[in-house]
């Protein structure tokens, strides 16, 4: 089996807040060139009714963004008005959607409450969520079931925990303040996002990716234990999509495009993850020395974090009141004190399903 590539590190808090920070009422970036790479939606190379599209991705392009990679693929987004679409890609090498999207560079990028909070209450930046990828939170405690398993927030009490400085840290900081836990109760370890930590028993907690970090344990053969945050008290949403306020006001019809054509993509990601899988090893992410095996496992395995009985109910990418509520509730406790309506813009969406009722 080919090895897969370590985890790299994300940006630091800091430096990613720093940066967007300093793009506010910036003149547009030049493009990103080597963290980019676009890719025509349309096979006859005709113009759409919006030209092309600038999407900022908050990660490598792994099968984290199975739907986006479909909706290209199958040219979901040319019928829905673009010429072609650039999928820019994020990681060690790219730059934070919130810096993309408040300088001009993309219209629409992913990113989670958490990584625009502080920029909305500091800077007051006015970025909005407009709908969400994965309804849960692919965050987890990762434990070893022949080493000391944790299985219950009890079981936190004495044990080292491995967790990341920057975002995760801040999640991971909101998580114990969410369920009464004093950080004293246990001792957090810094380590980087390779769980080799935990392997060599210098932690017995790592603090990771449901779809990620345990899945590669798995695959090396060991006997993964997690505990989600989503269930645990931490109920954020993730993989959202972050716009503008002007590009609501004055590019209502594009944004309205570009959802209707990732709710399709995401709709075949959920069926066909293999396929979403696929793309990222051969196509998108090529040159990342990706694993099939566990881009697969990964492209599965997100499909319970994408799919949930309200989006059954409600459509792909769409966010309840209480699941919003339950997000700002989380916010508030991580000490960004703000309204749902200082957050999230639902009407796009709504009005997505209610001009297009096939979606659902």
Do not use: H
């Not at 570009?258 to 090893?281: H, K, T, Y």
Request: a negative charge; one cysteine or more.
């Amino acid at each position: 089996m080919e090895t897969t590539p370590a985890p790299v590190p994300r940006p630091s808090r800091r430096t990613a807040l720093g940066a967007a920070a300093a793009s506010i009422g910036a003149l547009a970036l030049a493009a990103c060139g080597g963290s980019s790479d676009a890719a025509s939606g349309a096979s006859d190379g005709g113009s759409g009714d919006y030209g092309s599209l600038d999407l900022n991705l908050s990660w490598i392009k792994n099968a984290e963004f199975a739907g986006e990679y479909l909706a290209v693929d199958r040219g979901y987004f040319e019928k829905a008005g673009f010429s072609s679409v650039n999928l820019i890609a994020g990681g060690p090498s790219g730059t934070s959607t919130e810096t993309m999207v408040l300088s001009g560079s993309a219209l629409i990028g992913t990113s989670s409450p958490l990584g625009v909070a502080p920029l909305i209450k500091d800077d007051e930046a006015p970025l909005k969520i407009i709908g969400t990828t994965y309804q849960k939170n692919p965050f987890t405690i990762i434990s070893l079931g022949d080493a000391t398993p944790i299985t219950t927030l009890a079981d936190l009490a004495g044990k080292r925990i491995g967790v990341q400085a920057g975002v995760n840290e801040t999640l991971f900081d909101g998580f114990l303040a969410a369920n009464g836990i004093e950080a004293s109760a246990l001792e957090i370890v810094p380590v980087q996002y390779d769980p080799q930590p935990l392997v060599n028993g210098e932690v017995d907690g790592f603090f990771g990716y449901l779809t990620n970090e345990a899945i590669t344990l798995e695959l090396d053969g060991k006997d993964v234990v997690n505990l989600p945050l989503a269930d645990n008290g931490l109920p954020f949403m993730a993989e959202s999509l972050v716009v503008t306020q002007e590009s609501i006001e004055t590019k209502r019809e594009e944004l309205k495009a570009v959802l209707v054509a990732l709710i399709r993509g995401w709709s075949d990601a959920v069926e066909d993850p293999e396929e979403g899988a696929r793309l990222a090893v051969e196509d998108f992410g090529k040159d990342l020395g990706l694993d099939m095996e566990k881009e697969t496992r990964q492209a599965k395995a997100q499909v319970d974090l994408v799919s949930t009985d309200e989006t059954d109910a409600n459509g792909l990418l769409t966010m309840s009141q209480d699941l919003m509520q339950k997000n700002v509730d989380a916010l508030v406790t991580a000490g960004f004190d703000l309204t749902l309506e200082d957050y999230f813009d639902t009407s796009l969406l709504e009005e997505v399903y209610e001009e297009n009722p096939d979606l659902r």
